[in-house]
T-cell receptor
Framework: EAQVTQNPRYLITVTGKKLTVTCSQN?????MSWYRQDPGLGLRQIYY???????DKGDVPEGYKVSRKEKRNFPLILESPSPNQTSLYFC?????????????FGPGTRLTVT | QQQVKQSPQSLIVQKGGISIINCAYE??????FPWYQQFPGKGPALLIA?????SEKKEGRFTISFNKSAKQFSLHIMDSQPGDSATYFC?????????????FGKGTRLSVIA
């Protein structure tokens, strides 16, 4: 089954404790990205990757890191989480870098930072 | 600056009624307008999309109407059903290649009541 998977689905952590949210897609997609979803703010892009070893900042990159060492994986790293990073996070992928391609979203990771 | 303005924020419709969600944009370079549907606990999924060379696109009970001169587009859900209850996001994109992040509206939470 073609899909984007994320782990963990739920995470409660404390301020400053480094964490990684994994993302993997099995569709051989070039383009992957991370979004956060907050009430009243919709979906905002954090980082994106157009291919292996090619990553760049989205609209809200502060406090996050990413890496793309393999085409299928795109982990999101919070080196020192803070309460304002409490949010619902989605990984997404699409076949090409162009905006006309359908974007496939993972099931989401709900992160709470206390 | 929000590039895609979506309204209303929430919508309650009787079963069998018509649900209408509106979006407006400012960037005249946008040329791809998808709608994404998100059920609770799930990631958004592409519902229907339109390019500005047509004024309307219909897929089953879902129709996108597009008004290029007014820079507006809307989603109509005919014969709304309780199973349509979800959050709907409009989006826009302006290039076929390169990092073309989808610019999302803030979302509309639709509740269809029996």
């Amino acid at each position: 089954e073609a899909q984007v998977t994320q782990n963990p689905r739920y995470l409660i952590t404390v301020t400053g404790k480094k964490l990684t949210v994994t993302c993997s897609q099995n569709m051989n997609h070039e383009y992957m990205s991370w979004y956060r979803q907050d009430p009243g703010l919709g979906l905002r892009q954090i980082y994106y990757s157009m291919n292996v070893e090619v990553t760049d900042k989205g609209d809200v990159p502060e406090g996050y890191k990413v890496s793309r060492k393999e085409k299928r994986n795109f982990p999101l790293i919070l080196e020192s989480p803070s309460p304002n990073q409490t949010s619902l996070y989605f990984c997404a992928s699409r076949p090409g870098t162009g905006g006309w391609y359908e974007q496939y979203f993972g099931p989401g990771t709900r992160l709470t930072v206390t | 600056q929000q590039q895609v303005k979506q309204s209303p924020q929430s919508l309650i419709v009787q079963k069998g009624g018509i649900s209408i969600i509106n979006c407006a944009y400012e960037n005249t370079a946008f040329d791809y307008f998808p709608w994404y549907q998100q059920f609770p606990g799930k990631g958004p999924a592409l519902l229907i999309a339109i390019r500005p060379d047509v004024s309307e696109k219909k897929e089953g009970r879902f129709t996108i109407s597009f008004n290029k001169s007014a820079k507006q587009f809307s989603l109509h859900i005919m014969d709304s059903q309780p199973g349509d209850s979800a959050t709907y996001f409009c989006a826009a994109s302006d290039r076929p290649s390169g990092n073309t992040p989808l610019v999302f509206g803030k979302g509309t939470r639709l509740s269809v009541i029996a």
